[in-house]
């Protein structure tokens, strides 16, 4: 089992939609927790750190759910800007990332 | 710059043959990464410098991978004697501080492609 795992997609969701996805850890030490956006063939941003009373940002929510081991992104309101990849990041008390294989989304016109 | 930099942007290079690729960190920040991202899949851990120190290089693959930083800012990976599966897209990260609640924030990588 790998240590973070996404559903790959692809989300095709019309404009407006709200979409969600899940992240599962196995690693129940883990401490930190991010949302990383990745446009295709470019490098992932950072979209949002993701903190245990869950945090919001514009359209963006983000929840961790620790005894169930998940992380989740909402987004609200979908624009076709937001068509990219999701990584989901785990991090246990040391510096390394555990990436996840990231969730596609399309957002369609 | 005030994001991270990667060299060259795109590489090419025939099996067997050495290559070095640069990262050039954000001014000031204290750790670095490298990462390596096959297609469709998320990056992967290769290696990790506080400083000039190497304090954990757990994720290179074989010992062909060999990554430095002498001063403590820019570092290279190099790979030597280079195989197919070797292609990839190598990401630099660097962050502020070392401990893991710091973003990392990475550089627009290289694209290795062996022949």
């Known amino acids: 089992r790998k240590e973070v795992e996404q559903d790959p997609g692809p989300f095709n969701v019309p404009e407006g939609a709200t979409v969600a996805f899940n992240c599962t850890y196995s690693n129940s030490a883990s401490q930190s927790f991010f949302w990383y956006r990745q446009d295709c063939r470019k490098e992932p941003k950072l979209l949002m750190s993701v903190y245990s009373s869950g945090n919001e940002d514009g359209r963006f929510t983000a929840q961790l759910n620790r005894a169930s081991q998940y992380i989740s992104l909402l987004i609200r309101d979908s624009k076709l800007s937001d068509s990219a990849t999701y990584l989901c990041?785990?991090?246990?008390?040391?510096?390394?990332?555990?990436f996840g294989t990231g969730t596609r989304l399309k957002v369609l016109a | 710059g005030a994001g991270v930099s990667q060299s060259p942007r795109y590489k090419v290079a025939k099996r067997g043959q050495d290559v070095a690729l640069r990262c050039d960190p954000i001014s000031g920040h204290v750790s670095l990464f490298w990462y390596q991202q096959a297609l469709g899949q998320g990056p992967e851990f290769l290696t990790y410098f506080q400083n000039e120190a190497q304090l954990d290089k757990s994720g290179l693959p074989s010992d062909r991978f060999f990554a430095e930083r002498p001063e403590g800012s820019v570092s290279t990976l190099k790979i030597q004697r280079t195989q197919q599966e070797d292609s990839a897209v190598y990401l630099c990260?660097?962050?502020?501080?070392?401990?893991?609640?710091?973003?990392?924030?990475f550089g627009d990588g290289t694209r290795l492609s062996i022949l």
């Open positions: 990041v785990v991090s246990s008390g040391t510096y390394k990332y555990i």
């Open positions: 990260a660097s962050s502020l501080g070392h401990t893991n609640n710091q973003p990392q924030h």
